[in-house]
């Protein structure tokens, strides 16, 4: 497959993190809120699942100045950890998958780094699996989120229906070496410039080689 975008993979993911963290993308705010803990990002992660950006960061950002390890939290009852979490999607679910998590990391006295045994810890899934290991311990996997999805279908890399059949045909084109920064540049662009209704074309440093697939309005 020829694609301009692919071709400069690596330049256009610098280029797209680079006009983000001008913006203050709150991906950028997020990896402050967990200092890049694998706990913290762990917990993060779990609670954007269906949760707008802004709303994780803040209620992220109340629960860790009341808890900050998996102790502590294994050990919160599930209203209280439920009240840290109202305004998340479905915060009761998380508050339950949380705490069994917690207890989980605190017996094993770390968060795992293998995507087997994440996917063991209740409520973490394939992405949010993925995203820990690029996240909190460099591995050059691929977590698939709406951005990810949405921004791989505009530039033309991917034409698919779902993120789990983008993350398989991502893996089978993006050089390895890129794969585990792929999901914070798309996520942080997605958050700022190529945004889900009216992206910002005029602004993105890929406008020309964009083909801008399925984008029916720009600003
Ligand atoms: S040119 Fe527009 S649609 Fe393409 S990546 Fe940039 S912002 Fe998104």
Known sequence: MSNAVLENIGVVLQKMEGEALKRNAPVFRAELATKSTPFKILVFTMLSARTKDETTLKVVERLFQYVRTPEQLAKLK????????????????????????????????????????????????????????????????????VHVHRISNRLGLVKTKKPEETEMALIK???????????????????????PKTPRCTECPANSICPKKGVKTIS
């Not at 109202?86 to 989980?104: C, D, H, M, Q």
């Not at 949010?128 to 050059?140: C, E, H, Q, S």
């Open 78 to 145: 599930t209203s209280k950890l439920e009240t840290l979490l109202y305004g998340v999607g479905f915060y009761r679910v998380k508050a339950k998958n949380l705490i069994e998590t917690s207890k989980t990391i605190a017996k094993l006295g770390k968060v795992p780094d293998t995507l087997e045994s994440l996917l063991q810890l209740p409520g973490v899934g394939r992405k949010t699996a993925n995203i820990v290991l690029a996240r909190a311990f460099g591995k050059n996997t691929l977590g698939v989120d």
């Open 173 to 195: 084109i993006v050089p390895k070496q890129y794969l585990g920064k792929l999901n914070k540049s798309f996520v942080a662009f997605g958050q700022t410039i190529c945004l």
